[in-house]
């Protein structure tokens, strides 16, 4: 998001315009830097500390480049809880340049507090869409002529190389300049975790960072990359929210909320379901932002006073699942302790029982896990079987079904909590008994995301394509209850409105590889007191 500033917007009806003049970007040369110190990490899907402890991000954004004066902000974050925070630069096409001598004075601030310091430039905003956004590449340059002050900082400070770096018009070209902006960076010789912004001015609503992800991740030769989504009006409904952490997870790789709020230019955000989610499956999250926004709803402080709580504020710093509830300081901080613990891996995983079209397992839990991901590999196990996820429970079962008769399949599980997610446990092959019938070469499995007294949304409905080869689409048939009714879908074509119904890919996400999943959702009507579900689901691929 922007400040009084910067132009604010998620779609393109709603950006505003940017007033600030432009200054050039300082130079420097683009000599390899000295080696760094040890520093952050990714493990998994995990961001560990220097001391390899899974570190979980808690706080908020600071609007340091607009307001370089108000400099206690970073003992008052501090003070209310917050383990990170998120500082906004300037690169010098917009904003700034910040300095050198500034950034390292921000850097000694947030190390004196205990907090972990996520700099961010801020003049990409909406490269493409809007024309006086700078590019990635010159981002980069920016971050090399500073870099004298942050090598050696690692341990401490995350790069978030570009915020929001690419608008609504040709998301696509977010792949390719991520990736090169990445690769440059470590020719530079950064050894940071470097934190990339996704498109659509962070939203992401086409999913071309979760579609590419895996690309921007291979590019990087340290493996240290972490991803960030910015959640506004996109993500209104539980439904958007899960359905996008999930894919995130099914791929194991890391994300984090990089920004949020409770409302956007008119529009609600599911702030309580992004922020339960968060804790339960350990992701990291910067609420936007402390004070001095051109919204004020936005802002958690009234004229950054910290004993000026707004609703806001007092929702992100004191409510349920907030900083007051869920932060661990870094233990690279003296007195801090190892911030939770994560799950150990799930043991004595077994199969109970096979039909014609599902296996159903069984493992022993992991003290303190909240939630246990299922994981699938096409046929038996073996040593490189490629898994992606199928499934989440809160109990130590789980029953995979819509699966291909006659056929093996091979399961793991992870176990997660606020501090991270477990090693996977020990693989077990579960073959599906001769009988055949429907559900021949994919899966669907279901999940009932919230129920009300009239209806409930089922999402993810995640479909897995259980052949060795790849599909060119499938069919999902359920049946829902009697006096039942879809009240609306997406990600895929619905026939009928009641009884059984069948569900049908779209042309964007039909195409599946062997192993690979999809997902959709739909919401349903029901009588008052009716707490049954749709059942019987079944997967034809084509």
């Known amino acids: 998001m922007k400040f009084r500033l910067p132009a604010l917007g998620a779609l393109p009806a709603l950006i505003l315009s940017l007033l600030v003049p432009s200054s050039p970007a300082l130079a420097a040369p683009e000599a390899p830097a000295p080696t760094a110190a040890t520093g952050f990490t990714i493990s998994g899907r995990n961001l560990l500390d220097a001391n390899g402890t899974p570190f979980v991000m808690r706080g908020t954004s600071h609007p340091h480049v607009w307001y370089p004066g108000e400099t206690n902000s970073y003992a008052e974050i501090a003070g209310l809880g917050a383990n990170t925070v998120r500082v906004v630069l300037g690169g010098g096409l917009r904003w700034g340049p910040s300095p050198a001598a500034d950034v390292a004075d921000v850097v000694s601030r947030c190390k004196a507090n205990r907090l972990i310091c996520v700099l961010e430039v801020h003049d990409t905003t909406g490269y ?212 939770g613990t994560v799950p150990a891996a799930p043991s004595a995983l077994a199969v109970t029982s096979t039909t014609s079209s599902s296996v159903s397992l069984s493992w022993t839990g992991s003290s303190g896990a909240t939630q246990y991901q299922v994981q699938r590999a096409a046929g038996a196990c073996a040593a490189g079987s490629t898994f992606s996820q199928v499934g989440t429970t809160a109990t130590s079962s789980f029953t995979n079904t819509g699966l291909a008769a006659s056929t093996p399949y091979c399961y793991r599980v992870t176990a997660s909590n606020a501090a991270g997610t477990s090693a996977p446990s020990g693989s077990v092959t579960g073959t599906t008994t001769g009988s055949g019938g429907p559900g021949d070469g994919c899966s669907a499995v279901s999940t009932v995301q919230n129920r009300w007294d009239s209806g409930y949304v089922v999402q993810p409905v995640t479909v897995t394509n259980a052949r060795t080869s790849a599909i060119a689409g499938w069919q999902v048939t359920f049946t829902l209850p009697a006096g039942q009714a879809i009240a609306g879908s997406w990600n895929a074509s619905l026939s009928g409105t009641t009884g059984t119904i069948t569900a049908t890919s779209l042309a964007y996400n039909g195409k599946l590889a062997a192993g690979a999943s999809a997902a959709f959702g739909f919401q349903v009507t029901k009588p008052a007191g009716d707490a049954q579900s749709p059942s019987g689901f079944t997967c034809i691929a084509s």
Request: glycine letters at 10%; hydrophobic letters at 35%.
């Open 128 to 339: 493409g869409e809007d024309a006086a956004a700078a590019t990635l590449d010159q981002a980069v340059t920016y971050w090399n002529s500073i870099r004298d002050v942050l090598i050696g900082q690692e341990a401490y400070v995350l790069i978030n190389i570009g915020n929001e770096p690419i608008g609504n018009t040709n998301p696509g070209q977010w792949t390719t300049a991520t990736a090169n902006a990445v690769q440059r960076m470590r020719t530079l010789g950064f050894q940071h975790t470097l934190v990339v912004d996704a498109p659509n001015w962070g939203q992401d609503w086409t999913n071309t960072m979760r579609d590419n992800a895996q690309t921007v991740w291979a590019a990087d030769s340290q493996r240290n990359t972490l991803f960030s989504v910015h959640m506004y009006q996109v993500y209104g409904t539980a439904a958007t929210i899960t359905s996008y952490f999930d894919a995130f997870e099914r791929m194991g790789l890391p994300l984090i909320v990089g920004e949020f709020g409770h409302e956007h230019q008119g529009q609600n955000v599911d702030e309580d379901t992004i922020m339960a989610e968060a804790r339960t499956r350990g992701i990291g999250w910067l609420a936007w932002s402390y004070s001095g926004n051109s919204e004020p709803y936005l802002d958690q402080t009234v004229g950054f006073d910290p004993a000026q709580l707004t609703a806001w504020g007092q929702r992100v710093f004191t409510g349920p699942n907030g900083v007051s509830e869920t932060s661990r300081c870094a233990t690279v901080f003296s007195g801090c302790g190892a911030g």
